[in-house]
C-alpha cells in the first residue's frame, strides 16, 4: 500500500462529507416548504421529523468507532453510502411522515458513521502534524453537498422528489468513490504496544465545556437549517425557486469556515467563538426581520454558512488539540453534542413556530444565541494548554506507525505523508 498525500485525501473526504452531510442532512431543509405542502404536515411534526437525523447520527456515532475497528475503514465508509443510498431513494418516495421520517433517520446514520470511518483513515494514513487542517478541509464539504443541493431547487421547480432521486444518483457515485479512494486499511494494536496515556480531569473538564459550547450552537442553528426557507416562503411570500439561493449563498460561505476555524485556532479561538455566534444570532434575525426581501435573505444565508461552518471547524480542531491522538474522542464528543443541540432545537422551534409563529420563534433562539456568546471567554483556548505535553512530543505517531496494516494483512509503509 503506497503512501496516502494530506491533499488527496482531504479532498476525497470532502466529497464524501459533501454527499453525506450536504445532501443527505442539511438539504432537507431547503424542501420543507414543498415536502410539507405536498404531504400536509404541521410545523410541529416537520420539526419532529427534522430531529429524526440527528438523533440516529448520535445512536451510530456510539457504535461507529468499534464499526470502524471491525470493518475497516473503506468497508465502513461504503457502509455510510450506502444508507444515504436507501435514505434518499426513501425520502423520494414518501407518502407520508413515517416514511419520510425513516429516509431521514436512514440519513442520520449514514453521517454518524462517514466521519468516524474517514478519521480512522485519516488516523492510519495522514501525519498527525495536519490532522486538523485535514479535518476542516474534509468539515468544509457539508458546504459543497448544500450548494450542490441549490440546482435541484432552481430547475427541479416544485418536483422535490425528482430532486431527491437525482441526490439519490449523486449518492450512488459516492459508494463508488468511497470504495476505489479509501485505502483498505485499519489499525491494529501489538500486544507489545503502549496503551495510549491516561486522560486527565482536566481535560475531561475542558471536553465538557467543548461540547457544551456545541450543544448550544446546534440548538441555536437547528431554527435555520430547519426553517429557514420554510420562512421566507411562507411568511415572506417568496417562491421555493427563491429559496434557493439562500442555500447556494450558505453552501459558498461555508467554504470560507476552514479557512477562519484553522486562523482561530492558531490564535484566540473565545474571541472568534464570540464573533461567529454574534453571527449566527444575526442572521436569524435579519431573515425574520426581511423574509420578503431577497437580497436581505441572502445575506443572512451568507452570514449564518461561514458563521456555523467556522465554528464547527474549530470545534473539531479544539477537540484534536485538546486530546491529542484520541481521534475517536477528541473531535468526535463536540460534534455529537452539536447534533444534540439540533435535535432539541428541532422540534421546539416547530412547537414556537407552530404556536407564535417564525419571526417571534428566531428572536427567541436569536436570544439564546447572544447570552451564550456573552460567556465564550469560558471557551477551552490556547491559554489553558499550558503545561500540557505537546503533540509532537506525546510519541504516538511512531506507535502508529508500527501499527498499521491493510484488511487483507499485508504490511503499510510508514504513514508520512507527502508534504
Known amino acids: 500500500m503506497g503512501q496516502v498525500s494530506g491533499t488527496r485525501f482531504a479532498l476525497t473526504g470532502a466529497t464524501l462529507i459533501a454527499i453525506s452531510f450536504g445532501l443527505a442532512r442539511f438539504a432537507f431543509g431547503l424542501f420543507v416548504p414543498q415536502i410539507r405542502a405536498d404531504l400536509e404536515i404541521s410545523a410541529n411534526t416537520i420539526g419532529v421529523i427534522a430531529a429524526l437525523p440527528l438523533i440516529s447520527f448520535v445512536f451510530i456515532s456510539s457504535a461507529a468507532p468499534l464499526v470502524t475497528k471491525y470493518f475497516g475503514a473503506r468497508n465502513t465508509t461504503v457502509l455510510s453510502a450506502l444508507f444515504s443510498v436507501f435514505g434518499l431513494a426513501t425520502v423520494s418516495q414518501a407518502t407520508g411522515p413515517i416514511s419520510l421520517g425513516l429516509g431521514v433517520f436512514a440519513c442520520g446514520i449514514c453521517t454518524g458513521l462517514m466521519m468516524p470511518a474517514l478519521t480512522s483513515a485519516m488516523q492510519a494514513l495522514v501525519d498527525r502534524s495536519i490532522h486538523g487542517r485535514v479535518s476542516s478541509v474534509m468539515n468544509a464539504g457539508t458546504s459543497i ?33 468511497a470504495w476505489y479512494l479509501i485505502p483498505s486499511v485499519s489499525r491494529l494494536t501489538p500486544s507489545n504496544a503502549a496503551p495510549p496515556p491516561k486522560i486527565k480531569a482536566r481535560q475531561w473538564w475542558r471536553l465538557l465545556k467543548l461540547s457544551l459550547f456545541a450543544f448550544a450552537m446546534g440548538f441555536i442553528a437547528s431554527a435555520y437549517w430547519t426553517f429557514g426557507p420554510d420562512l421566507v416562503t ?16 450558505l453552501g459558498i460561505a461555508g467554504l470560507g469556515g476552514a479557512i477562519i476555524s484553522d486562523l482561530a485556532d492558531r490564535n484566540n479561538p473565545a474571541i472568534t467563538h464570540a464573533l461567529m455566534l454574534m453571527m449566527l444570532t444575526t442572521s436569524l434575525t435579519l431573515l425574520a426581520a426581511s423574509p420578503s426581501q431577497i437580497y436581505l435573505a441572502v445575506f443572512s444565508a451568507l452570514i449564518f454558512g461561514l458563521a456555523y461552518m467556522s465554528l464547527t471547524g474549530l470545534y473539531l ?39 407564535f409563529g417564525y419571526a417571534e420563534s428566531f428572536s427567541i433562539f436569536a436570544a439564546v444565541g447572544v447570552l451564550i456568546a456573552l460567556i465564550s471567554p469560558f471557551y477551552p483556548g490556547h491559554t489553558e494548554h499550558e503545561g500540557d505535553i505537546p503533540e509532537e512530543e506525546t510519541g504516538l505517531q511512531a506507535a502508529f506507525d508500527n501499527q498499521l496494516q491493510d484488511e487483507e494483512g499485508e504490511p503499510l509503509e510508514s504513514n508520512s505523508t507527502e508534504q
Do not use: D, H, K
Open 145 to 177: 453537498g448544500v450548494a450542490l443541493s441549490v440546482p435541484a431547487v432552481l430547475f427541479l421547480v416544485g418536483a422535490w422528489r425528482y430532486a431527491y432521486l437525482s441526490f439519490t444518483v449523486i449518492a450512488v457515485i459516492g459508494v463508488l468513490l
Open 317 to 355: 480542531m479544539t477537540g484534536i488539540r485538546l486530546l491529542p491522538g484520541r481521534l475517536s474522542i477528541g473531535p468526535v464528543l463536540p460534534f455529537v453534542a452539536c447534533a444534540l443541540g439540533q435535535a432539541a432545537g428541532s422540534p421546539i422551534i416547530g412547537l414556537l413556530v407552530g404556536e
Open 234 to 249: 411562507n411568511l415572506g411570500s417568496l417562491s421555493s425557486q427563491q429559496s434557493g439561493w439562500l442555500w447556494l449563498a
